[in-house]
């Protein structure tokens, strides 16, 4: 009797535990809003891992900076039955029809990257959107500036207390574009000091825009004169550091420095920081995006509860998860290279 009490037990427990995590054979349908983005490549290649280790197909696709071949893909995703939906929008305004595509099937959608609207976040309960306070990675890049002039007065070069910055922006439209300019010099300014704008333009996260900006911008207000740079993400911030480079700053000379700063700490960023030609980045979170993302995908696909237990993310209105950025400075910046 007792024999088969136990065995019993054992069964049942085999029986739930399969339920519990047993995946259906819906592949999961994502878009990517173009590969040719050094983060977002990060971003889905954590992604497909978390898919590997969760059992779960991952049919992800290059949206190729286009909006209507994005949305024609969601359809595509659709009509062949995936089971969720993660989203990376090319234009974060189109994320409403695509939260109606899904709607209208009971699909979940799960957004990342670039944050629909407020009002789109609430007009379906099966929508997340899985991203990063934005706020946070420009006040942290503004500090690394401003530390860096409280620790090296000679930064100050023209000895006017004041920083003269040329400031790089990611594509126009963008939160993080729009935040991380904003934030980042409200705390130069907030660390107590006076700030000048020499130069302000939008290179869309991009290297290649990013050197022919910084170009323009040194034959403008000539390089003397330009104190530090700003750049909303790292590729744009290397694309800076290839301009100053051609002029013969930040190749070792310290009477020929120009602190820069990004925002993502990818690969090259970190790379670039060991060779000290960049001063500082801030670590976008591209693991832990994607596999939140993938986590929140897989369970509501499959109509599992998503909570903070199941997911092991902190969820903010049940629906937003905020995944903290962290400042990269020369102390610490060998903790982030893999
Ligand atoms: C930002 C990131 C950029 C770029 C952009 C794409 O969060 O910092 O490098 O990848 O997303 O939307
Ligand atoms: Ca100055």
């Given at each position: 009797?007792?024999?088969?009490?136990?065995?019993?037990?054992?069964?049942?427990?085999?029986?739930?535990?399969?339920?519990?995590?047993?995946?259906s054979d819906d592949p999961i349908g994502a878009c990517?809003?173009?590969?040719?983005?050094?983060?977002?490549?990060?971003?889905?290649?954590?992604?497909?891992?978390?898919?590997?280790?969760?059992?779960?197909?991952?049919d992800?696709?290059?949206?190729?900076?286009?909006?209507?071949?994005q949305n024609d893909q969601v359809d595509a995703h659709i009509s062949k039955g995936v089971k969720a939906l993660v989203i990376?929008?090319?234009?974060?305004?189109a994320a409403e029809p695509l939260m109606n595509k899904a709607k209208a099937e009971m699909l979940p959608i799960v957004f990342?990257?670039?944050?629909p609207?407020?009002?789109v976040?609430?007009a379906y309960d099966k929508i997340w959107?899985?991203?990063?306070?934005?706020?946070?990675?420009?006040?942290?890049?503004?500090?690394?500036?401003?530390?860096?002039?409280?620790?090296?007065?000679?930064?100050?070069?023209?000895?006017?207390?004041?920083?003269?910055?040329?400031?790089?922006?990611?594509?126009?439209?963008?939160?993080?574009?729009?935040?991380?300019?904003?934030?980042?010099?409200?705390?130069?300014?907030?660390?107590?000091?006076?700030?000048?704008?020499?130069?302000?333009?939008?290179?869309?996260?991009?290297?290649?825009?990013?050197?022919?900006?910084?170009?323009?911008?040194?034959?403008?207000?000539?390089?003397?004169?330009?104190?530090?740079?700003?750049?909303?993400?790292?590729?744009?911030?290397?694309?800076?550091?290839?301009?100053?480079?051609?002029?013969?700053?930040?190749?070792?000379?310290?009477?020929?420095?120009?602190?820069?700063?990004?925002?993502?700490?990818?690969?090259?960023?970190?790379?670039?920081?060991?060779?000290?030609?960049?001063?500082?980045?801030?670590?976008?979170?591209?693991?832990?995006?994607?596999?939140?993302?993938?986590?929140i995908a897989a369970l509501a696909g499959d109509e599992?509860?998503v909570?903070?237990?199941?997911?092991?993310?902190?969820?903010?209105?049940?629906?937003?998860?905020?995944?903290?950025?962290?400042?990269?400075?020369?102390?610490?910046?060998?903790?982030?290279?893999?």
């Amino acid at each position: 009797m007792k024999k088969y009490v136990v065995v019993l037990a054992a069964l049942c427990l085999a029986v739930f535990a399969v339920s519990a995590f047993a995946a259906s054979d819906d592949p999961i349908g994502a878009c990517i809003y173009k590969y040719d983005d050094t983060f977002m490549t990060n971003v889905r290649r954590a992604m497909l891992a978390e898919a590997e280790k969760l059992g779960e197909t991952l049919d992800v696709v290059d949206s190729q900076n286009r909006q209507p071949l994005q949305n024609d893909q969601v359809d595509a995703h659709i009509s062949k039955g995936v089971k969720a939906l993660v989203i990376n929008p090319v234009d974060r305004t189109a994320a409403e029809p695509l939260m109606n595509k899904a709607k209208a099937e009971m699909l979940p959608i799960v957004f990342i990257n670039r944050e629909p609207y407020e009002e789109v976040m609430k007009a379906y309960d099966k929508i997340w959107y899985v991203g990063a306070k934005a706020e946070e990675s420009g006040t942290q890049s503004g500090q690394i500036i401003a530390d860096y002039f409280k620790a090296n007065p000679g930064a100050d070069k023209n000895k006017d207390g004041k920083i003269q910055y040329i400031m790089i922006r990611g594509e126009q439209g963008h939160q993080d574009a729009t935040l991380r300019t904003e934030y980042s010099t409200k705390a130069m300014k907030d660390a107590g000091f006076e700030i000048v704008e020499l130069g302000n333009d939008t290179a869309n996260w991009d290297k290649v825009q990013a050197t022919d900006k910084m170009k323009g911008f040194i034959s403008a207000v000539g390089i003397d004169n330009i104190e530090a740079v700003l750049a909303n993400n790292d590729d744009m911030a290397l694309g800076a550091i290839e301009a100053l480079k051609a002029e013969g700053y930040n190749l070792g000379d310290a009477a020929k420095y120009i602190p820069v700063v990004g925002v993502d700490a990818t690969a090259p960023a970190l790379e670039a920081m060991s060779k000290g030609e960049l001063l500082g980045t801030v670590l976008n979170d591209a693991d832990n995006q994607g596999f939140a993302a993938v986590k929140i995908a897989a369970l509501a696909g499959d109509e599992k509860p998503v909570t903070e237990e199941s997911i092991g993310y902190k969820i903010t209105d049940g629906k937003y998860i905020w995944i903290p950025y962290q400042p990269v400075t020369v102390e610490n910046y060998k903790e982030f290279m893999k």
